[in-house]
Nanobody, 111 residues
Framework: VHLVESGGGLVQPGGSLRISCAAS????????MRWYRRAPGKEREFVAF????????SYPDSVKGRFAISRDNAKNTVYLQMNSLKLEDTAVYYC?????WGQGTQVIVSS
Protein backbone atom coordinates (compact mmCIF):
# COMPACT_ATOMS: atom_id res chain seq x y z
CA VAL A 1 0.00 0.00 0.00
CA HIS A 2 1.35 3.40 -0.97
CA LEU A 3 -0.42 6.66 -0.19
CA VAL A 4 0.95 10.03 -1.29
CA GLU A 5 -0.69 13.24 -0.16
CA SER A 6 -0.21 16.54 -1.96
CA GLY A 7 -1.69 20.00 -2.30
CA GLY A 8 -1.02 21.41 1.14
CA GLY A 9 0.15 24.96 1.65
CA LEU A 10 -0.45 28.33 3.24
CA VAL A 11 -3.92 29.84 3.04
CA GLN A 12 -5.63 32.78 4.70
CA PRO A 13 -8.54 32.34 7.10
CA GLY A 14 -11.75 31.98 5.12
CA GLY A 15 -9.89 30.60 2.15
CA SER A 16 -10.10 27.25 0.38
CA LEU A 17 -7.70 24.48 -0.44
CA ARG A 18 -7.99 21.05 -2.01
CA ILE A 19 -5.62 18.29 -1.02
CA SER A 20 -5.20 14.95 -2.75
CA CYS A 21 -4.08 11.45 -1.93
CA ALA A 22 -2.83 9.19 -4.70
CA ALA A 23 -3.10 5.51 -3.84
CA SER A 24 -1.37 2.45 -5.23
CA UNK A 25 -0.59 -1.12 -4.29
CA UNK A 26 -4.16 -2.23 -3.66
CA UNK A 27 -7.54 -2.29 -5.37
CA UNK A 28 -8.47 1.30 -4.60
CA UNK A 29 -12.11 1.02 -5.68
CA UNK A 30 -12.73 -1.73 -3.12
CA UNK A 31 -11.74 0.24 -0.02
CA UNK A 32 -13.09 3.07 2.01
CA MET A 33 -10.77 6.00 2.49
CA ARG A 34 -10.27 8.39 5.37
CA TRP A 35 -8.56 11.69 6.09
CA TYR A 36 -7.08 12.52 9.48
CA ARG A 37 -5.11 15.46 10.75
CA ARG A 38 -2.67 16.21 13.53
CA ALA A 39 -2.40 19.77 14.77
CA PRO A 40 0.69 20.93 16.66
CA GLY A 41 0.59 19.62 20.22
CA LYS A 42 -2.63 17.66 19.67
CA GLU A 43 -3.62 14.08 19.01
CA ARG A 44 -4.53 12.86 15.56
CA GLU A 45 -8.14 13.66 14.67
CA PHE A 46 -10.53 12.02 12.22
CA VAL A 47 -11.58 14.45 9.47
CA ALA A 48 -13.51 12.61 6.77
CA PHE A 49 -14.66 9.21 5.52
CA UNK A 50 -15.79 8.03 2.12
CA UNK A 51 -17.06 4.58 1.23
CA UNK A 52 -15.54 2.48 -1.53
CA UNK A 53 -18.25 3.49 -3.97
CA UNK A 54 -18.24 7.10 -2.88
CA UNK A 55 -21.93 6.97 -1.98
CA UNK A 56 -21.42 7.47 1.75
CA UNK A 57 -19.43 10.14 3.54
CA SER A 58 -19.12 11.29 7.13
CA TYR A 59 -17.45 14.13 9.01
CA PRO A 60 -16.96 15.26 12.59
CA ASP A 61 -18.83 18.37 13.69
CA SER A 62 -15.60 20.38 13.60
CA VAL A 63 -15.48 20.30 9.78
CA LYS A 64 -19.03 19.37 8.75
CA GLY A 65 -20.39 21.82 6.19
CA ARG A 66 -16.91 23.16 5.38
CA PHE A 67 -14.99 20.09 4.18
CA ALA A 68 -15.97 17.66 1.45
CA ILE A 69 -14.32 14.34 0.66
CA SER A 70 -14.56 12.83 -2.80
CA ARG A 71 -12.83 10.15 -4.83
CA ASP A 72 -12.02 9.29 -8.41
CA ASN A 73 -11.73 5.52 -8.65
CA ALA A 74 -10.43 5.80 -12.21
CA LYS A 75 -7.48 7.84 -10.95
CA ASN A 76 -7.01 5.99 -7.63
CA THR A 77 -7.21 9.32 -5.88
CA VAL A 78 -9.15 10.72 -2.96
CA TYR A 79 -9.61 14.45 -2.41
CA LEU A 80 -10.44 16.72 0.48
CA GLN A 81 -11.95 20.08 -0.44
CA MET A 82 -11.57 22.47 2.48
CA ASN A 83 -13.58 25.69 2.49
CA SER A 84 -14.00 28.49 5.03
CA LEU A 85 -10.71 27.51 6.59
CA LYS A 86 -10.02 28.52 10.17
CA LEU A 87 -6.81 29.00 12.11
CA GLU A 88 -7.57 25.79 13.99
CA ASP A 89 -7.54 23.80 10.75
CA THR A 90 -3.76 24.18 10.68
CA ALA A 91 -2.36 20.64 10.79
CA VAL A 92 -0.64 17.90 8.88
CA TYR A 93 -3.31 16.04 6.94
CA TYR A 94 -2.97 12.29 6.42
CA CYS A 95 -4.65 9.84 4.13
CA UNK A 96 -5.54 6.40 5.58
CA UNK A 97 -6.54 3.12 3.99
CA UNK A 98 -5.96 -0.58 4.61
CA UNK A 99 -4.20 0.14 7.91
CA UNK A 100 -1.67 2.31 6.11
CA TRP A 101 -0.82 5.99 6.33
CA GLY A 102 0.62 8.45 3.88
CA GLN A 103 3.44 10.82 4.79
CA GLY A 104 1.08 13.76 5.23
CA THR A 105 0.71 17.20 3.70
CA GLN A 106 1.01 20.40 5.73
CA VAL A 107 -1.86 22.88 5.76
CA ILE A 108 -1.24 26.23 7.42
CA VAL A 109 -4.06 28.69 7.90
CA SER A 110 -2.66 32.08 8.76
CA SER A 111 -3.15 35.74 7.99
Amino acid sequence: VHLVESGGGLVQPGGSLRISCAASGFTFSSYAMRWYRRAPGKEREFVAFISASGDDTSYPDSVKGRFAISRDNAKNTVYLQMNSLKLEDTAVYYCFAKNSWGQGTQVIVSS
